[in-house]
């Protein structure tokens, strides 16, 4: 039965990349980035994300310093703050979950780009610093931040069989089957 | 520049189904659906998710009196029910946009198979009763509810034109391009 399906490749074949070339990413693939996120489904279809786009390497200087990761923030030539507006939030739980949606269209695209990317999420420490230097409202709280760029690891050798162990396998995590 | 990018295609023509046939779901179809929702990205990776499968017509029709939506939780053949599992969660912000991702991944398998799913999220208000139905632990969450199968709404002719409406345009969501 198995013919090749594209969308299950991609999924399984994206993986964090943290280190970028000096290619420069061009509006319309930033563009098509955000396009996907937005195309994420969100409980009544409350759509409740927000976005800043991040290029400027003064900025992404300061940015970097709010991070253990500040390193992979100043490499990518693009970030993408993603955020949470509470001016549409019906329920937290459901709302976080459809940003999570989001950023996962993101990287998937990043992925299908031929690009590559990150979820960076240990700087929601410091998510009220980050919201301040982006000049985003109360209303805005700091969700994750996609740094993205041309890949430079070379990782084309790395094949599905070489992740295997970086994934819990189904058994473990299937409870109930009836 | 656009060359036909199968992954965009998807998470662009992506909508909710929740009418379906009586064509069966294959073993193979479901494993293929929860083995993309295990390749989502998570914090530390720490896989916080866990599935209960249903697909035994008695349960459905128990798991249908939890919801308003009943009536498509007992049409399709197959449900997913999707939880935290309490005892690998680290902070739940980050676990339940993991939890979001890993949802988005199914969704996208689902379509991509030539399936047709939704998400139902208001099932959430029931979700001791559910956890209790299906025998999960304690430590387990109730998060949402996949319903999946053989579309039986005609929607082919609903193109990308027909959808536009349905989504706030990027415009409106980037609030910071620097």
Not at 111 to 137: R, T
Request: glycine share 8%; hydrophobic share 40%; with cysteine.
């Amino acid at each position: 039965m198995e013919k090749k399906n594209v969308v299950i490749e991609a999924i399984r074949m994206r993986r964090s990349i943290r280190k970028f070339d000096k290619r420069p990413i061009t509006d319309d693939e930033i563009n098509l980035i955000l396009e996907s996120a937005l195309w994420a489904p969100s409980g009544m279809n409350n759509q409740p994300w927000k976005f800043a786009i991040i290029r400027d390497p003064s900025l992404k200087e300061s940015l970097s310093t709010l991070t253990h990761y500040g390193s992979v923030i100043q490499e990518a030539p693009v970030c993408i703050a993603v955020f949470l507006d509470h001016t549409r939030s019906y329920d937290r739980t459901k709302d976080v979950q459809a940003i999570g949606a989001s950023i996962q269209n993101m990287l998937l695209t990043i992925h299908s780009l031929g690009l590559g990317g990150v979820w960076l999420g240990e700087i929601l420490k410091n998510k009220e610093k980050v919201a301040e230097l982006l000049g985003a409202g109360k209303e805005l709280e700091l969700m994750a931040v996609i740094a993205f760029g041309h890949p430079k690891e070379e990782m084309k050798g790395l094949g599905e069989r070489e992740r295997s162990g970086m994934r819990d396998p189904l058994g473990k995590k299937v409870f109930f089957n009836q």
